[in-house]
């Protein structure tokens, strides 16, 4: 007995020597006002801009106004059980999200909860939503083209690994539908995608996670969600989740595409939260730093130089219209990106799908984004459909046309119908550059103009099955050789004689 208490104090002496005691202290403030998602607190002398606070609820809140003796915080999520006099306390970290490899597939929220019905995200990594853009020294010039699978867009406006392209346009002329067919041309290619959906219906993103899902693209992309019943907070951060996503597997040294759809939604979210945080209102009610609110955002879309990994993201901003008007928002967003592809509504509605206005769109990369065969073989083509356009508003008050007028524009009529492309129907960079020689080297001047897709199709048919080798010889040597071109020459002969109209 008397060894058992000697061995009981000897283990409590133990403990009182090892006992350090742990205070856990938190900074506490208290709700003196609430309403329409915005809560301003008291107290709270140490927050910072963009800190995550916590309510006794468990709801979460983002700091965003720092005034003389309160805060305003907008709350990321519902405002049940929230009341006046309620504590809140700070938690000393900035809004962050889930990242890594778990989220390829999934479909999250702007806080990087899933809402896809597939359990947790099991990662260990977690990145903050706002990050300073990389900086000069860091980048690398735009030279790698990003496949869109587009004829239109690759030939014309090419897209580089580490680009900002705008797509811009009124509602239903296929914007998005130019995202999703991007995406689904990554198949294969090593590129990771990021879709985000800022303030659409949960049906219409539904849709697009179906149609991803259809052409196995989720398997190397990820959609991040605020929907248009979600609060403008949620709406407001989206993008800045989507872009740390990314950001952590351009730090891996790969290749990521971000899709934000859209930027006009994204401001107007952002527009609310700062008149109900009683912001100054400037230009159509939007704050001062609204152009701020994309340029952060968008800076971040890079291409590292190669001492520090390599990597890229490519970002294609997408900004809807009211009826053509490219106003205060357009404007800005035009100023902070490399180019825009214009999305043209009576184009759309005559058939012209995707509806490209080429003389409007423009890539400011240019050139040093196309690889050697696309840039020899597309060169003509915004040169002749300019030339065309021209020459059809002059055409259509005069009959008596010459010779080479009435060539121009048949020619137009075909380079036209062959920038025409069914949606989800991506082309590899071979096929677009095959199709586009055939036109500007006048295969297709005795193909009436309504057989023309028909011409493109069975050509495709024909090279696939019997002359396969030509679309590995462009794709590997990634230039129109003598060699390559004395044998294409042959190929649309061949063809031209066999081809049924």
Not at 99 to 128: K, Q
Not at 158 to 164: D, E, K, L, N
Not at 423 to 428: C, I, N, T, V
Not at 457 to 477: N, P, T, W
Request: hydrophobic fraction near 40%; glycine fraction near 8%.
């Amino acid at each position: 007995m008397e060894f058992k208490t000697e061995k009981i104090s000897e283990q409590i002496r133990k403990s009182i020597s090892d006992f350090s005691p742990k205070a856990h202290v938190f900074e506490v403030g208290t709700v003196i006002a609430l309403g329409d998602g915005i809560v301003r607190v008291s107290g709270l002398e140490n927050a910072m801009s963009g800190e995550l606070l916590e309510f006794e609820t468990g709801a979460l809140g983002m700091v965003l106004n720092l005034e003389e003796d309160n805060i305003g915080v907008v709350l990321l999520g519902h405002e049940d059980g929230i009341k006046e006099g309620g504590i809140v306390k700070l938690t000393g970290k900035m809004v962050e999200v889930p990242t890594g490899d778990a989220l390829i597939g999934r479909v999250v929220n702007a806080l990087g909860e899933p809402v896809d019905n597939r359990g947790p995200i099991r990662t260990n990594t977690r990145r903050p939503i706002e990050r300073e853009a990389s900086g000069v020294i860091t980048r690398k010039e735009v030279s790698v083209p990003l496949q869109t699978g587009i004829k239109a867009i690759d030939s014309m406006v090419p897209i580089g690994r580490g680009q900002r392209e705008l797509i811009i346009g009124d509602r239903q002329t296929g914007k998005t539908a130019i995202c999703i067919d991007t995406i689904i041309n990554q198949k294969g290619k090593d590129v990771l995608c990021v879709y985000v959906a800022i303030g659409q219906k949960a049906s219409t993103v539904a849709h697009i996670v179906k149609t991803l899902t259809d052409f196995d693209a989720m398997k190397y992309s990820c959609v991040v969600v605020a929907t248009a019943s979600d609060t403008a907070p949620l709406q407001y951060m989206a993008p800045y989740s989507g872009c740390a996503i990314a950001e952590e597997w351009l730090e891996q040294g790969k290749d990521v595409l971000i899709v934000y759809d859209d930027l006009s939604k994204h401001a107007v979210a952002y527009r609310a939260m700062s008149l109900l945080l009683k912001r100054p209102p400037g230009r159509e009610a939007y704050p001062g730093d609204v152009f701020y609110l994309h340029s952060r955002l968008l800076e971040r879309a890079v291409r590292l130089d190669d001492a520090y990994g390599g990597g890229s993201i490519t970002a294609l901003p997408i900004i809807e219209t009211q009826a053509g008007d490219i106003s205060y928002i357009p404007t800005n967003v035009i100023s902070i990106t490399d180019g825009q592809i214009y999305l043209e509504a009576e184009l759309f509605n005559s058939g012209i799908r995707p509806a490209i206005n080429a003389g409007l769109s423009v890539s400011r990369v240019g050139g040093t984004a196309q690889n050697k065969f696309m840039k020899k073989i597309s060169g003509p083509i915004r040169l002749e459909l300019a030339q065309y356009r021209e020459l059809a508003s002059f055409a259509q008050f005069g009959s008596d046309l010459d010779k080479d007028t009435l060539d121009r524009l048949e020619q137009g009529k075909r380079i036209t119908e062959i920038l025409k492309q069914p949606q989800y129907k991506p082309l590899s960079a071979p096929h677009q550059g095959i199709i586009l020689y055939a036109v500007t080297n006048k295969y297709l001047k005795d193909i009436p103009v309504d057989k023309v897709l028909q011409y493109e199709a069975q050509l495709f048919d024909f090279i696939d099955l019997e002359h396969s080798y030509i679309l590995e010889d462009l794709r590997l040597r990634k230039e129109l050789t003598e060699e390559i071109e004395q044998k294409l020459i042959e190929i649309l002969k061949e063809f031209g004689k066999n081809f049924i109209i």
